[in-house]
C-alpha cells in the first residue's frame, strides 16, 4: 500500500523564493543587524550586571539580582510590544521601532549573558585573583589580565549559544514593523500565497546562520584554547542557552 | 589593646594587637610579631589554628578588625585617606612583599616567563625586553632555565612552586611570605622547593614561612613560632623545638616529629 506523502497534491513553485532573493536578503540584513548591535549591548551591559550581582555591597547585589530575574522572565514578544507601543505613548518618547527592538533584546539577553558571565568568573579559582593581587597588581589589572582570559574561554559557547538565540528572538521585532526576515517572508507570502516555500527558505537562512555562529564560536573556542593549555573548572551546565521564541 | 604602636628601628614588619573574626569565630586574637630584616621566621601549629590567616594579615590580602600592621615604619593598617589612595598604597604593600601559596596559584593561561613578567611589565612598569631579562635570571635561579616557555600545566608540582617563587622573587622583594609552600606537593618533591628556599634565606632573604617541615624549620628558623587557638602561645629560638615550655607545643611537637 502506497502512502501519499502529498496527499493534497500540492504543487511546489519553489521559483518565489528566486523572484524574492533581494527582498529576503534585505532582511536577513536588518536581522543581523539588530542582532549584533543587541549582542553588542548585551554583552557589555551584562559584565556589568555580573560585576554588580558580585559586589560585596548586598543592596547592589540584590538590585543586580532582581533585574536579571525580572528580565529573564519576561517574554520577549510582550516587552517588545510593551515598549514600542506603551512605553512611547506613556513617555511621549518617540522611540523608533530599530531601538525599541535593540532596547528589549539588549536589557533580556543582557540579564541571560549575566548568569553566564558571573558562573564563569566564579569558576576560576580565587588564588588567580590572590596572586595577581600579592605582586602588586591593583584589581582591575588583575581581573583584566589573570581572572577574564581565564573565564573568557569557558563561556565562549554559551554566549554563542545566546547569541543564536537573540538572532531567533529577532524575527519577533517583525510585529512592529521592522522588515527583518521573518517579516519579509510574511509580506511576501501574503504577495504570492506560497507559505510553505517562503517560510521554508527563511528556516533554512535561519539555520545557516546558527551554524555559521557555532562555526565561528568553536574556532574562537580554540584560539582561546591554545592560549590555555589548562583544563579549567567546567561551569556547571544551568547556563541558559537556547530558548524558544515567546 | 589599643597601643600606639612603637616601630623600632630594626623592625620591617610589626603586627601589633590584631584581632580578625571571620563570621562569629575569632580566628586571630590580639597578636603581636615583629619580623627584624634578615630574620627567619617559622610559623607552625595545628591546622586552624590561624597560622595562613596571620601570615595573610602580612601582606593585607586579609584585613584585620583592629590592631595595626606596620611595614618599614609606614602604616598600612588602619587604613587613612581616601579610597583610591588606599588602594594604592595596599598596591605598593604588595609589590614589596612576596608570597608564596600552598596551591601555587600559577596563572595557567601564561608560561613560566610570562606568570614572571607580568608584574613586572604591570606594576614595576618594566619594558618587556628588560622584565624577560629579569625573568629569565629568576628562573635560572630556580633551576627552570630550561623550562620557561612551558605552562603550567607542562610542569611538576615543585617546578610550579618553583616558577611561583621565582615570580615573587622578580619583584625584589623585602620580604617572603611562604603559605603551607610544600604541603600540596609529592614528598619526592618536596626536598627540591626546601632546597630553593634554604639558598634564598642563606642569601639574607627576610622571610616567613608557615610550614610543617620541621627540618626545614629547625635548619632554617631563626624564631620559631608556635600559633595555636588564634594566639602566639609560644615563641623563640630552636630551644621551642627541643625544649618547648608550654604544655599545647609539647603536645604538638610530640605528634608531629
Not at chain 2, 597578636?31 to 630584616?37: F, N, P, T
Not at chain 2, 586552624?48 to 596571620?54: N, R
Not at chain 2, 633551576?143 to 612551558?150: E, V
Amino acid at each position: 500500500m502506497r502512502v501519499d506523502w502529498n496527499p493534497t497534491n500540492y504543487q511546489f513553485a519553489w521559483e518565489v523564493v528566486g523572484q524574492y532573493r533581494f527582498w529576503l536578503l534585505e532582511g536577513v540584513i536588518l536581522t543581523l543587524k539588530i542582532a549584533l548591535v543587541s549582542m553588542a549591548f548585551a554583552m557589555v551591559f551584562g559584565l556589568v550586571v555580573a560585576l554588580l550581582r558580585m559586589s560585596p555591597i548586598w543592596p547592589v547585589r540584590t538590585l543586580a539580582s532582581i533585574y536579571i530575574s525580572v528580565f529573564r522572565a519576561i517574554p520577549p514578544l510582550v516587552f517588545i510590544l510593551w515598549m514600542y507601543y506603551g512605553v512611547t505613548l506613556v513617555t511621549g518618547l518617540n522611540i523608533e521601532a530599530f531601538w525599541s527592538g535593540v532596547i528589549c533584546l539588549s536589557l533580556q539577553y543582557a540579564a541571560w549573558l549575566a548568569e553566564i558571565y558571573r558562573s564563569g568568573l566564579q569558576a576560576i579559582d580565587k588564588g588567580q585573583r590572590e596572586a595577581a593581587l600579592s605582586t602588586g597588581l591593583s584589581r582591575t589589572r588583575a581581573f583584566a589580565k589573570v581572572i577574564w582570559p581565564q573565564a573568557w574561554r569557558i563561556i565562549i559557547p554559551p554566549i554563542a549559544n545566546n547569541f543564536v538565540g537573540i538572532i531567533k528572538d529577532s524575527s519577533l521585532v517583525g510585529v512592529i514593523g521592522l522588515n527583518e526576515l521573518m517579516r519579509q517572508s510574511q509580506i511576501a507570502t501574503s504577495l504570492t500565497f506560497r507559505p510553505f516555500e517562503l517560510y521554508t527558505a527563511a528556516m533554512v537562512i535561519y539555520i545557516v546562520l546558527t551554524l555559521a555562529i557555532a562555526r565561528m564560536a568553536s574556532i574562537l573556542e580554540q584560539r582561546a584554547a591554545r592560549s590555555l593549555r589548562v583544563q579549567t573548572r567546567r561551569v556547571p551546565q544551568n547556563a541558559p542557552s537556547i530558548r524558544s521564541a515567546a | 589593646m589599643s597601643t600606639v604602636p612603637t616601630a623600632s628601628t630594626d623592625a620591617l614588619l610589626e603586627l601589633n594587637n590584631v584581632h580578625k573574626s571571620f563570621g562569629h569565630i575569632e580566628v586571630i586574637k590580639d597578636v603581636s610579631l615583629k619580623v627584624r630584616k634578615g630574620e627567619h621566621v617559622v610559623i607552625f601549629g595545628p591546622s586552624g589554628g590561624g597560622k595562613s590567616t596571620l601570615l595573610r594579615i602580612m601582606n593585607l590580602l586579609e584585613v584585620p578588625d583592629s590592631g595595626t600592621v606596620t611595614f618599614q615604619h609606614r602604616v598600612y593598617f588602619p587604613h587613612s585617606g581616601n579610597l583610591l589612595d588606599k588602594a594604592s598604597r595596599l598596591q605598593q604593600l604588595r609589590s614589596q612583599i612576596g608570597m608564596v601559596f600552598q596551591r601555587f596559584n600559577l596563572y595557567p593561561h601564561l608560561t613560566a616567563l610570562q606568570n614572571v613578567t607580568l608584574a613586572l611589565t604591570d606594576v614595576k612598569k618594566m619594558s618587556r625586553r628588560s622584565a624577560r631579562e629579569k625573568a629569565e635570571g629568576r628562573l635560572a635561579e630556580v633551576g627552570l632555565q630550561d623550562r620557561m616557555d612551558h605552562y603550567p600545566a607542562q610542569l611538576s608540582g615543585g617546578q610550579q612552586q618553583r616558577v611561583a617563587i621565582a615570580r615573587a622573587l622578580a619583584m625584589d622583594p623585602k620580604l617572603m611570605l611562604f603559605d603551607e609552600p610544600t604541603s600540596a606537593l609529592d614528598p619526592e618533591l618536596i626536598g627540591e622547593v626546601l632546597g630553593v628556599m634554604e639558598k634564598l634565606a642563606l642569601e639574607g632573604m627576610t622571610m616567613v614561612a608557615v610550614t610543617h617541615e620541621m627540618g626545614f624549620a629547625r635548619r632554617v628558623g631563626d624564631r620559631l613560632v608556635f600559633v595555636s587557638g588564634g594566639v602566639i602561645a609560644e615563641s623563640g629560638g630552636k630551644e621551642v623545638l627541643t625544649n618547648p615550655q608550654q604544655e599545647r607545643t609539647k603536645a604538638f611537637l610530640d605528634a608531629v616529629l
